[in-house]
């Protein structure tokens, strides 16, 4: 089955900085990878997806990028702000099949 | 904030008990995901439920079970509670089709003492 790795598990930056998380899947045939951010206490938010006939995607500050020869993807997030702070997870589907989720990368966006 | 809402947000039961987490899906989704998540863990896959019927099962024992009623909201049922089943319970809904988001609600925190 599918296995997603992700890193690193935790990243510091200045706020303004950017912050690149990077994970890998094992199914070549998964083609749907979504970003989710979750704060302490709530339930993961859909913040960026992309789908395996796409090389990159943007919204804002948000960008991600498929490499599918490498089968890997990764999320960019410019100009950080403090409330940028959270646990981010990666995760990648095949086809209707379920989610499977990456373990996660807290980041902390000091002033 | 998305449409997806959970009930409780919180319990605690003890140890062989049974405990019914419930999910309303979000208005126009058909599909409901139901996934565990362990502290300081990415969340597992438990099932899936479209048309009232299971359609995908993670690696859970069957003590795990599930429905989905033809409103689409569904119900998450474990029996015979263990201390490892503490953890937070997060439902997903979706539209079904191919590569369709998936938006979940804020999760029920269950511990089992």
């Known amino acids: 089955g599918e296995n997603v790795e992700q890193h690193p598990s935790t990243l510091s930056v200045q706020e303004g900085d950017s912050a690149v998380i990077k994970c890998t899947y094992s199914?070549?045939?998964?083609?749907?990878f979504p970003w989710y951010k979750q704060e302490l206490g709530k339930g993961p938010q859909l913040i960026i997806d992309?789908?395996?006939?796409?090389g990159e995607k943007k919204d804002q500050r948000i960008a991600v990028t498929l490499n599918k020869t490498a089968k890997h993807f990764s999320l960019h997030i410019t100009e950080t702000q403090p409330e940028d702070s959270a646990v981010y997870f990666c995760?990648?589907?095949?086809?209707?099949?379920?989610?499977?989720f990456g373990t996660g990368t807290r980041l902390l966006v000091s002033p | 904030e998305t449409g997806v809402t959970q009930s409780p947000t919180h319990l605690i039961k003890t140890r062989g008990q049974q405990v019914t987490l419930r999910c309303s899906s979000q208005?126009?989704?058909?599909?409901v995901s139901w996934y565990q998540q362990a502290l300081g863990q990415g969340p597992q896959f438990i099932f899936q439920?479209?048309?009232?019927?299971?359609?995908g099962r993670g690696n859970f024992p069957p003590r795990f079970s599930g429905l989905q009623f033809p409103n689409y909201s569904s119900e998450l049922n474990v029996n015979a509670l263990e201390l490892d089943d503490s953890a937070l319970y997060l439902c997903?809904?979706?539209?079904?089709?191919?590569?369709?988001?998936?938006?979940f609600g804020q999760g029920t925190r269950l511990t089992v003492v």
């Open positions: 997903a809904s979706s539209f079904s089709g191919l590569n369709t988001e998936a938006f």
């Open positions: 199914d070549s045939a998964s083609n749907y």
């Open positions: 992309i789908r395996s006939n796409v």
């Open positions: 995760a990648a589907r095949t086809g209707f099949q379920k989610l499977v």
């Open positions: 208005s126009g989704h058909n599909t």
């Open positions: 439920y479209y048309r009232e019927e299971e359609n």
